[in-house]
């Protein structure tokens, strides 16, 4: 089992930024990848960003291209989402998660665990 545990959302404006962490336990050892997903309300899950494990391969929806970046820190077990110009369409839960081999990464329901989720909210 992995437990995952994201912290750092916040009220925010649009144009600030946020740091998200995801600390990982449990059996760190058999992640391939992580993910970060988001849901605002009344809409679906949906993929954020990603990375490989032990390579730090990134893969970024369209829609946070060049704002958005994940990385990781293996000896913390962590994973990081650095949001930049925040919009408030980026309102959301965002869940980080993780996938113990190699499918399709957008797809939510490729993951094994998840975490509880850290809202993030961007007043204009």
């Known amino acids: 089992q992995v437990q995952l545990v994201e912290t750092g959302g916040g009220l925010v404006q649009a144009g600030d930024s946020l740091r998200l962490s995801c600390a990982a336990s449990g059996r760190t050892s058999s992640m391939y990848r992580m993910g970060w997903f988001r849901q605002a309300p009344g809409k679906e899950r949906e993929f954020v960003a990603a990375?490989?494990?032990?390579?730090?391969?990134?893969s970024y929806a369209d829609s946070v291209k060049g704002r958005f970046t994940i990385s990781r820190d293996n000896a913390k077990n962590t994973v990081y989402l650095q949001v930049n110009s925040l919009k408030p369409e980026d309102t959301a839960v965002y869940y980080c998660?993780?996938?113990?081999?190699?499918?399709?990464?957008?797809?939510?329901?490729?993951?094994?665990?998840w975490g509880q989720g850290t809202q993030v909210t961007v007043s204009s």
């Open positions: 998660a993780a996938k113990t081999c190699c499918s399709d990464y957008r797809y939510r329901e490729n993951y094994d665990y």
């Open positions: 990375i490989t494990w032990s390579l730090g391969i990134t």
